[in-house]
């Protein structure tokens, strides 16, 4: 890698031995479908009653996440539980494994996770179909004169389709744009530690400081991802009433 920037490259290749086309990202998809596969494969058989440390992560992790659905939607989410649980540790481990030396942001390539954005939302709006059948397409007729009502109309089915792309969007602009600070804070780094080596030390504590700022980041992009799935789910089990 001559640049941290070349992460955001899709390279494609072609392999005799694999008989079909194979990208650079699907590596690391791979290797987070694993993790994730080997985290629970070896910590839920283990369970103790006085737990390690490991062990207390998780539930830490799974309390956080049955917090968030029971302040968002209530009791009717509990049974979504599983979903937003693995929704969110899909993108934590994306985004923590973007911040490894030599590793690739999932959550920086907008079609992926345009991808998931409109497999989360398209999902939701079955969901509310189902529950509530043709009665769930009241929402996008508000009570408003008769004369604005095709204009209304076609405002709220604008803004509910932009929902999948601006949570997108958001995921990751702001991935992106925290890499991309960090490139151009290390290239500063570099160049002023060969004037003077004190100059060296107070980049490198500037530096650290930002990445422990994007640590935070990689945590706070997963949990407001989570936290919009759980609103718009929300509005599509409690339907056109709420």
Same mark, same amino acid.
């Given at each position: ?102 590793? &690739?942001?999932?959550?920086?390539? &907008?079609?992926? &996770?345009?991808?998931?954005?409109? +497999? ?120 056109? +009433?709420?």
């Amino acid at each position: 890698m001559f640049s941290p920037l070349e992460q955001f490259d899709v390279i494609f290749y072609m392999f005799k031995f694999i008989p079909f086309p194979f990208f650079n990202v699907l590596v690391p998809l791979i290797l987070i479908i694993f993790l994730m596969r080997v985290k629970m494969f070896f910590l839920a058989p283990n369970l103790k009653l006085i737990p390690t440390v490991f062990q207390r992560i998780l539930e830490l992790l799974v309390e956080f996440i049955f917090n968030l659905i029971k302040q968002q939607i209530g009791k009717d989410g509990y049974i979504y539980f599983p979903f937003i649980f693995l929704l969110f540790n899909f993108i934590l481990f994306c985004n923590l494994l973007s911040l490894i030396p030599f590793g &690739i942001a999932l959550t920086s390539h &907008i079609i992926m &996770i345009i991808w998931l954005s409109l +497999s989360v939302c398209l999902s939701i709006f079955f969901i509310g179909l189902y529950i509530h059948n043709i009665q769930f397409l009241k929402i996008f007729i508000p009570e408003c004169p008769f004369v604005l009502l095709p204009m209304l109309i076609f405002i709220e089915i604008f803004s509910y389709i932009i929902r999948a792309f601006s949570l997108a969007i958001r995921l990751s602009a702001n991935i992106m744009a925290g890499h991309t600070l960090v490139f151009i804070i290390s290239s500063f780094v570099l160049k002023i530690s060969t004037m003077k080596i004190g100059f060296y030390f107070i980049g490198f504590v500037f530096l650290s400081a930002v990445l422990a700022l994007e640590l935070g980041v990689a945590f706070l992009q997963a949990y407001v991802f989570c936290i919009l799935t759980c609103i718009y789910l929300n509005d599509a089990l409690k339907g056109p +009433s709420h």
